[in-house]
């Protein structure tokens, strides 16, 4: 049997990163397919001439990079998005005319007046003092209507268990690089945010798949990577699960809360698209209150620009929480924040959800006419739907070709995580479009692209 042998560079810099940079190259070339598995680092060694040690600093160089996952008792493999940009938002300018159907958008035209906010506002006594340094935590009026707005979430919570932060990715990598350290495992999903994976390779965290079925995680396959690995902490979206729209059922959320408890997890919980599902499930957290972090998002129910999220949190991960703002951005902006909670308590957010509810259905009702038979999951007021994509498409071969026909679409390649194949999908925005004519063109398309052949 042939053992694979990348081709080194000998240049100036450490063997290590050249082995993962031949690695890097060999994965974009074709030459190491997803899922293909490495040779042990002592075969590889040997292959190679070098010391056991350069190849595992090697291999996990490569890791960093996502390129391959390593698995305790079974080996290194390609990761299945290691050739797949796992970013959201692209940094190059979208062709003209591109319809967006991949970013989901909180339906922006129906966020709240701020002109009319700012008057209000403008009339305080003192609103200079929002232009002023303040408590890395947020104020306390601030926090106060934190708490309330978690309780929209079925969180209780008081003032005092409140972190303000820009925004939920702002509150993510608070949670993670406040109460993890690099090289920690992170148990997620096989199918996770690709927000997650991008953050969590920048803080040197190591993500674990974890299996999925129709109900959401598999509480024996955590249990199995818990006992494998020397896992910390725990990532979930049981609301509305992004990409696949799973609501994780009580009995699920019940024993996936044990197995958080016996095996000393910190528990984070994200639902970022739980307010679009009415009929909400009591969070996981509620379960195990003194290890849960809760996040409780403004973006895609309020207003995005805002940068708005409100952590929940047991009072000793608080303070390592607050010191993360700090080392990141000092304070949420007390400006915004003062919106938000205006906003939340005046009644406002709760309509403005509602008016998205609204649209999101008209707009799932669309698909559900144009999408007819194609097999798809959703939510009836959800802002995006998972389509299962018929044989022998991929996700990757749809998100390219609909690329050139001038729709954007996310496939699922960009969520999956690990060495285990991604499943014939694609995740499929409702709201990305500022119009129904625009989305319904859109659809047209994928339906169109799909009837053919890639």
């Not at 390593?70 to 299945?80: D, I, K």
């Not at 820009?166 to 495992?185: F, I, V």
């Not at 957290?285 to 290890?291: C, F």
């Not at 929940?312 to 303070?319: E, R, Y």
Request: glycine share 8%.
């Amino acid at each position: 049997m042939t053992i694979y042998a990348p081709a080194l560079v000998r240049g100036e810099g450490p063997l290590y990163v050249e082995l993962a940079d031949a690695i890097e190259r060999d994965i974009t070339a074709g030459t190491l397919a997803p899922g293909e598995r490495l040779p042990t680092h002592r075969d590889l060694a040997d292959a190679l001439r070098l010391n056991v040690s350069t190849v595992t600093r090697g291999y996990r160089e490569a890791e960093k990079r996502g390129l391959v996952s390593a698995t305790v008792g079974r080996g290194t493999f390609v990761t299945s998005d290691a050739v797949t940009n796992s970013a959201m938002v692209s940094f190059e300018p979208s062709a003209p005319g591109m319809l967006e159907l991949g970013l989901i958008a909180p339906l922006d035209h129906l966020d709240p007046e701020i002109s009319e906010g700012f008057k209000r506002i403008a009339r305080r006594k003192d609103p200079s003092a929002l232009l002023r340094y303040s408590d890395p935590r947020g104020q306390a009026e601030h926090r106060r209507a934190g708490a309330l707005w978690a309780e929209r979430y079925g969180v209780p919570a008081k003032a005092e268990d409140i972190i303000v932060c820009a925004g939920s990715q702002h509150a993510l990598t608070c949670a993670l690089g406040g109460l993890l350290k690099p090289g920690d495992r992170v148990a997620v999903d096989r199918l996770t945010y690709p927000g997650l994976k991008t953050l969590a390779a920048m803080l040197g965290l190591r993500l674990v798949s974890i299996a999925m079925d129709e109900h959401g995680m598999v509480p024996d396959s955590l249990d199995a990577a818990c006992r494998r690995d020397e896992i910390k902490a725990l990532y979930l979206m049981p609301g509305v699960h992004n990409p696949t729209t799973i609501s994780m059922p009580e009995p699920r959320r019940n024993d996936i809360a044990r197995l958080a408890d016996k095996h000393d997890l910190i528990l984070i919980e994200d639902d970022a698209y739980d307010l679009t599902d009415p009929g909400r499930i009591e969070p996981v957290g509620n379960r195990v209150p003194r290890r849960s972090v809760y996040i409780a998002g403004m973006s895609k129910s309020l207003a995005a620009g805002l940068r708005v999220a409100f952590v929940v949190a047991p009072q000793p991960m608080l303070k390592p929480l607050a010191q993360a703002v700090l080392n990141t951005i000092w304070m949420a902006p007390p400006l915004n924040v003062e919106l938000t909670a205006m906003w939340i308590t005046d009644g406002t957010a709760d309509r403005v959800v509602a008016a998205k509810q609204a649209e999101a259905a008209r707009r799932y009702m669309l698909a559900c006419d144009i999408l007819d038979g194609l097999r798809f999951h959703g939510k009836p007021t959800g802002f995006f739907l998972w389509l299962e994509l018929p044989e022998p498409w991929t996700g990757h071969a749809l998100e390219q070709t609909a690329a050139q026909q001038g729709v954007n679409v996310f496939g699922a390649e960009k969520f999956v995580v690990g060495q285990n194949p991604a499943p014939r999908a694609a995740r499929v925005s409702l709201t990305g479009t500022e119009s129904l004519d625009q989305l319904r063109q859109g659809l047209v398309t994928l339906r169109e692209i799909l009837r053919g052949r890639p």
